[in-house]
């Protein structure tokens, strides 16, 4: 399994992906369960920010923002923002 973070609600999750883009540098989270040996159905964008020296993760909120770093993280979701109406292929 790739790195884990701990938040500080004490949830888990892995970092499965990251990409610089605009200058930032974003990761793609999927939630891991307490022993860190399962995947949860549990996933983010977050943006690394650095303050005072130290490392935060935000969640990236910003519905213009993901559009752009989520295909940079995930590559095969492209076609899904380029093409809304695949979505319901999914279901």
């Known amino acids: 399994m790739n790195s ?13 992906a990251e990409a610089n ?13 307490e022993a860190e040996d399962d995947f949860l159905d549990k996933y983010k964008v977050v943006k690394i920010v650095l303050e005072n020296g130290k490392k935060y ?3 990236v909120k910003d519905k213009d923002i993901l559009k752009k770093v989520s295909p940079l993280l995930m590559p095969e979701v492209k ?6 109406e695949l979505l319901a292929d999914l279901k």
């Open 57 to 59: 993760m935000d969640d």
């Open 21 to 33: 883009y605009d200058g930032d540098v974003y990761n793609y989270l999927v939630g891991v369960n």
């Open 79 to 84: 076609k899904y923002i380029d093409n809304p």
């Open 4 to 16: 884990v973070v701990t938040f500080t609600d004490g949830s888990k999750w892995a970092v499965v």
